[in-house]
């Protein structure tokens, strides 16, 4: 398809960034105007609802009943009135057994047994069902064909990040946005930075120009071992490999697509574009299952020459920092809730409202609520009000951003954004069943 060869450019990713966090913001496109950041330019200050407003029942069917799919159903049964978890669906009966008790013991919902289905076609029933909305929390490779699957069934989406583990997966994302956005359909991908007061209020203040042109960025997740799952006597392949997902390449698409996708993601938001190309490093020490590495360094470049450092590392016993920094001809900040001059002098703080109070004209006195019930509390005033949100390109170009990271380190080489748009590089068994799955534990080497 045509619409999967070509990107919006920048002009187009910066308005639909804009139209994204103003909805993610508050979804009714109210704003309070004040002059501050840079030379007197007006800073777009958001206020943000604290709930969806009420409406007609809403239906959510649950697709991946782990602990993130069971954690997103319970953000929406936050996120305001009328809301029901009308269906679930999982390969795993002791997965799906655990959410139902999670559910009936916080939250007194009770999901009846015609309405949970079991097996790699389960999610097939959620999608016939009366759902008006789905959760897509399934290991990261089945996002693709279940998203397709979703927006062809006309349900509005909640889904997990990353959006894809390969090219292929992330440019069927891309395909199917173009569906979901002609259909009217509302789309939240779990970038919940979006939708994090903190951050939404600093990037307003960062295209206000309170930094000047970003030239340079660093961002970085370094944290311990995440878990692991150990193979268990009786178990096939797939279910080894599915019980152990975060570990596999196929199944996550490492951990710097995994779960850096989000630092990496916070900058092509700020800077409004994406990279051209990447060269990276990468290795395994201590990763005690899969096929993964454990730590990445990948040097990206976007193409008017700025260049992002991008660190992530899941390693026991070392310093941990999950966090994003630019830098610009005016000054500096971390994304998140400061903005410093070049002297390293901060001259605007973001700070919650029971943390200091909002009358000396530099803070914010902003309640906090949770960043993952906040997308989910936006997502149903967008499908109330019926107003535009749709963050899957966005995301898939995140997605394939870390996956052009993890390329780079695993070759050794320098990978461009065009190879990665022109790529048929699609990971994974041919077939999806319980039984063998012909790969192995093969670490990548570098310059092989």
Same mark, same amino acid.
């Given at each position: 398809?045509?619409?999967?060869?070509?990107?919006?450019? +920048?002009?187009?990713?910066?308005?639909?960034?804009?139209?994204?966090? !103003?909805?993610?913001? #508050?979804?009714? *496109?109210?704003?309070?105007?004040?002059?501050?950041?840079?030379?007197?330019?007006?800073?777009?200050?958001?206020?943000?609802?604290?709930?969806?407003?009420?409406?007609?029942?809403?239906?959510?069917?649950?697709?991946?009943?782990?602990?993130?799919?069971?954690?997103?159903?319970?953000?929406?049964?936050? !996120?305001?009135?009328?809301?029901?978890?009308?269906?679930?669906?999982?390969?795993?009966?002791?997965? @799906?057994?655990?959410?139902?008790?999670?559910?009936?013991?916080?939250?007194?919902?009770?999901?009846?047994?015609?309405?949970?289905?079991?097996?790699?076609?389960?999610?097939?029933?959620?999608?016939?069902?009366?759902?008006?909305?789905?959760?897509?929390? =399934?290991?990261?490779?089945?996002?693709?064909?279940?998203?397709?699957?979703?927006?062809?069934?006309?349900?509005?989406?909640?889904?997990?990040?990353?959006?894809?583990?390969?090219?292929?997966?992330?440019?069927?994302? @891309?395909?199917?946005?173009?569906?979901?956005?002609?259909?009217?359909?509302?789309?939240?991908?779990?970038?919940?930075?979006?939708?994090?007061?903190?951050?939404?209020? =600093?990037?307003?203040? #960062?295209?206000?120009?309170?930094?000047?042109? #970003?030239?340079? !960025?660093?961002?970085?997740?370094?944290?311990?071992?995440?878990?692991?799952?150990? +193979?268990?006597?009786?178990?096939?392949?797939?279910?080894?490999?599915?019980?152990?997902?975060?570990?596999?390449?196929?199944?996550?698409?490492?951990?710097?697509?995994?779960?850096?996708?989000?630092?990496?993601?916070?900058?092509?938001?700020?800077?409004?574009?994406?990279?051209?190309?990447?060269?990276?490093?990468?290795?395994?020490?201590?990763?005690?299952?899969?096929?993964?590495?454990?730590?990445?360094?990948?040097?990206?470049?976007?193409?008017?020459? @700025?260049?992002?450092?991008?660190?992530?590392?899941? &390693?026991?016993?070392?310093?941990?920092?999950?966090?994003?920094?630019?830098?610009?001809?005016?000054?500096?900040?971390?994304?998140?809730?400061?903005?410093?001059?070049?002297?390293?002098? =901060? &001259?605007?703080?973001?700070?919650?409202?029971?943390?200091?109070?909002?009358?000396?004209?530099?803070?914010?006195?902003?309640?906090?609520?949770?960043?993952?019930?906040?997308?989910?509390?936006?997502?149903?005033?967008? #499908?109330?009000?019926?107003?535009?949100?749709?963050? !899957?390109?966005?995301?898939?170009?995140?997605?394939?951003?870390?996956? @052009? *990271?993890?390329?780079?380190?695993? =070759?050794?080489?320098?990978?461009?954004?065009?190879?990665?748009?022109?790529?048929?590089?699609?990971?994974?068994?041919?077939?999806?069943?319980?039984?063998?799955?012909?790969?192995?534990?093969?670490?990548?080497?570098?310059?092989?």
């Amino acid at each position: 398809m045509d619409s999967m060869k070509s990107l919006p450019n +920048r002009r187009s990713f910066l308005k639909g960034a804009t139209a994204l966090t !103003a909805l993610g913001a #508050i979804g009714t *496109g109210a704003f309070i105007h004040s002059c501050s950041s840079g030379k007197g330019q007006k800073v777009t200050t958001p206020s943000f609802l604290d709930k969806a407003p009420d409406g007609k029942l809403l239906k959510v069917g649950l697709i991946g009943c782990g602990g993130r799919g069971t954690g997103a159903a319970v953000n929406f049964l936050n !996120a305001g009135p009328n809301i029901q978890i009308a269906a679930l669906a999982d390969v795993f009966q002791d997965k @799906m057994d655990n959410c139902r008790k999670q559910l009936k013991e916080q939250n007194n919902v009770d999901v009846p047994d015609n309405m949970c289905f079991l097996g790699f076609d389960a999610y097939k029933y959620v999608l016939d069902s009366d759902v008006d909305v789905v959760i897509l929390a =399934t290991p990261p490779y089945f996002r693709p064909m279940l998203f397709d699957a979703a927006v062809r069934a006309r349900k509005h989406v909640f889904m997990e990040k990353p959006v894809a583990v390969d090219p292929v997966g992330a440019k069927s994302i @891309m395909a199917s946005a173009k569906m979901a956005e002609a259909a009217g359909l509302k789309v939240v991908t779990g970038t919940q930075r979006h939708h994090q007061r903190d951050y939404v209020t =600093t990037y307003e203040h #960062i295209k206000a120009g309170a930094i000047g042109e #970003i030239t340079g !960025a660093n961002c970085y997740w370094n944290q311990g071992q995440l878990w692991s799952v150990n +193979r268990q006597s009786g178990w096939t392949d797939m279910e080894a490999m599915l019980r152990d997902w975060v570990n596999w390449t196929w199944l996550s698409g490492d951990h710097i697509v995994e779960q850096h996708m989000h630092n990496i993601d916070v900058i092509n938001w700020f800077k409004g574009d994406h990279p051209v190309k990447a060269v990276g490093v990468g290795g395994r020490m201590r990763r005690p299952t899969g096929d993964q590495y454990d730590f990445f360094s990948v040097d990206f470049v976007y193409k008017d020459g @700025m260049h992002l450092h991008s660190m992530c590392r899941q &390693i026991d016993g070392c310093a941990n920092n999950v966090s994003e920094y630019i830098s610009g001809t005016k000054g500096s900040s971390n994304c998140a809730n400061l903005i410093q001059d070049l002297k390293g002098n =901060t &001259i605007w703080e973001f700070k919650y409202a029971e943390e200091g109070d909002n009358n000396n004209g530099k803070t914010t006195g902003v309640k906090n609520v949770s960043p993952y019930d906040q997308e989910i509390i936006d997502l149903i005033t967008a #499908i109330r009000k019926n107003l535009p949100l749709n963050e !899957a390109e966005q995301c898939a170009i995140s997605s394939l951003t870390a996956i @052009m *990271g993890r390329i780079a380190a695993y =070759t050794g080489k320098e990978v461009t954004w065009d190879e990665m748009m022109n790529s048929s590089l699609k990971l994974g068994p041919e077939t999806i069943a319980m039984g063998p799955v012909n790969i192995k534990a093969e670490i990548p080497i570098p310059g092989v």
